[in-house]
């Protein structure tokens, strides 16, 4: 049986595992810490297919999400990777 991948779905966002110069330049622009941003899950149905994807998606780690709509646009979050 063919196992279904979440992040193909058109109703989830696209999610992007930040290279380590990029998180430090995200919480520099954001002007925060790592703890201050929202979580995510380990066990989230797309950081699981995400980790087939990358080789380094651990706890810790900053994950980008685009959010497309048709009355807001782009939006682009972030999330903290945490174990669960």
């Given at each position: 049986?063919?196992?279904?991948?979440?992040?193909?779905?058109?109703?989830?966002?696209?999610?992007?595992l930040?290279?380590?110069?990029?998180?430090?330049?995200?919480?520099?622009?954001?002007?925060?810490?790592?703890?201050?941003?929202?979580?995510?899950?380990?066990?989230?149905?797309a950081?699981?297919?995400?980790?087939?994807?990358?080789?380094?998606v651990?706890?810790?780690?900053?994950?980008?999400?685009?959010?497309?709509?048709?009355?807001?646009?782009?939006?682009?979050?972030?999330?903290?990777?945490?174990?669960?």
């Open positions: 049986m063919a196992r279904f991948n979440v992040l193909e779905h058109q109703m989830v966002p696209e999610h992007y930040l290279s380590l110069e990029e998180e430090k330049e995200v919480l520099k622009q954001l002007n925060i810490t790592r703890d201050q941003l929202p979580k995510l899950r380990m066990s989230d149905p950081v699981r297919i995400l980790r087939r994807i990358e080789t380094d651990k706890e810790g780690r900053i994950v980008r999400i685009i959010r497309e709509s048709q009355t807001a646009g782009q939006t682009i979050i972030y999330r903290l990777l945490i174990r669960g």
